[in-house]
């Protein structure tokens, strides 16, 4: 199983699944992070957080701890 987090820079993934639960997963699909939604990682901070990815044509800022849910293909 592969999550965001494992991407590298200059990657697009595919989303597959969503884990987590309640306020957090509805945070995350709220941003426009759904399943089958391509998502390209745009930079990773030198300490790894956080992440930048473009997704539906807007960049976004992501916490390891939330890439970590986003499982990917």
């Known amino acids: 199983m592969s999550t965001l987090r494992d991407a590298k820079i200059g ?3 595919k989303v ?3 884990n987590g639960e309640g306020a957090v ?4 699909m709220d941003m426009g992070i759904t399943k089958g939604v391509p998502v390209y990682v745009r930079k990773v901070a030198p300490l790894g ?3 930048e990815v473009t997704v539906r044509g807007y960049e976004l800022s992501l916490r390891k701890a939330d ?3 986003i499982e990917t293909e």
């Open 11 to 13: 990657q697009t993934v």
């Open 67 to 69: 890439a970590e849910m």
């Open 25 to 28: 997963k509805r945070r995350i």
């Open 16 to 18: 597959k699944k969503l």
């Open 49 to 51: 957080d956080p992440i």
